[in-house]
């Protein structure tokens, strides 16, 4: 069976040994994560945004994936945990000087670098090209190399040619395109930081409703004032009680007592200047009250029983 016209076969060709792993090529892996989107897979162009676990998103395609949650969208899962425009924050990157542009080389005669990178780090200059450390801040976005961060030490953005200033704490920091065990860090700081904001208004509302009965329940201010009969007076939750000296009469001069403390509600039968006709209209008249014959029996239970 073969091996006719002086043909030799090789080792290879008649022993099938263990395929080789194919090993992916770092460049062209690092090229996926800092230069095409991470959920639509295009380019990356502006306005570009961030997730809170430092992936990189064009911006319309976020707004497509949550106007349309469907399952059958690609790459669903990378951005499953983003609930609305609040989970991401839009960039403020410097561009790279030495970037030409993907017209650069349309004619195939140009070495193409895929070490250059459309971005660069403000304060070092280094490429966002995925060999250097990158992070963005939550508070302003602006976008740094971890060699800038350590070499210059402040609490304020200094990103050069943009008037930002915000200050920002460690807790800010988010890492670009970090490894697993950073994206892990990243999704428990995530969740933390999502269940704290939904404690805080039970919070308050429990809050709101023990401060109701609190305040009524503490010593309000009351001033009462007293008429020259000799009642007593309280004065800014005082318990103290002192009668009130009559004043002298004068043949010349009248006194005249307030007739109703205020904050205390006066009987309209009490009133001289209500005619009897007037009082009559109210349950209080002596008119309306129920004898004892009148009253409900405890057997019948009918209101008026005669």
Request: glycine fraction near 6%; proline fraction near 6%; hydrophobic fraction near 25%.
């Amino acid at each position: 069976m073969g091996c006719d016209g002086g043909t030799i076969p090789k080792r290879h060709e008649l022993v099938k040994g263990p395929k080789k792993v194919e090993k992916v090529d770092k460049n062209a892996e690092l090229a996926a994560r800092w230069k095409y989107c991470a959920l639509s897979t295009e380019k990356l162009r502006r306005p570009i945004v961030a997730c809170d676990l430092g992936r990189l998103y064009n911006k319309d395609a976020v707004i497509e994936y949550l106007l349309d949650k469907s399952a059958d969208r690609p790459n669903s899962e990378v951005a499953s945990h983003l609930r609305g425009i609040k989970d991401i924050k839009e960039l403020n990157l410097t561009d790279n000087p030495a970037w030409e542009g993907e017209r650069r080389n349309t004619k195939g005669d140009r070495y193409e670098d895929m070490h250059c990178a459309m971005f660069i780090c403000p304060v070092v200059g280094l490429e966002m090209n995925g060999k250097h450390r990158f992070c963005f801040l939550q508070t302003c976005g602006c976008v740094f190399s971890d060699r800038a961060l350590k070499e210059v030490k402040t609490e304020i953005c200094h990103k050069v040619g943009h008037k930002c200033g915000d200050p920002f704490k460690d807790e800010n920091l988010v890492v670009l395109n970090g490894n697993k065990e950073e994206v892990e860090k990243l999704r428990e700081k995530m969740e933390e930081k999502r269940a704290k904001a939904t404690k805080k208004p039970k919070k308050n509302k429990v809050a709101e409703t023990v401060a109701k009965p609190s305040d009524s329940k503490e010593n309000p201010e009351s001033t009462e004032t007293v008429s020259s009969e000799g009642q007593t007076s309280t004065q800014n939750g005082g318990d103290n009680s002192q009668p009130v000296p009559e004043p002298p009469a004068s043949p010349s001069t009248k006194v005249v007592t307030p007739s109703v403390a205020t904050g205390s509600k006066r009987s309209i039968q009490t009133m001289e200047e209500k005619s009897e006709t007037y009082k009559s209209l109210f349950t209080s008249h002596s008119s309306a009250k129920r004898t004892k014959d009148q009253t409900s029996n405890w057997v019948t239970h009918t209101p008026y029983h005669f």
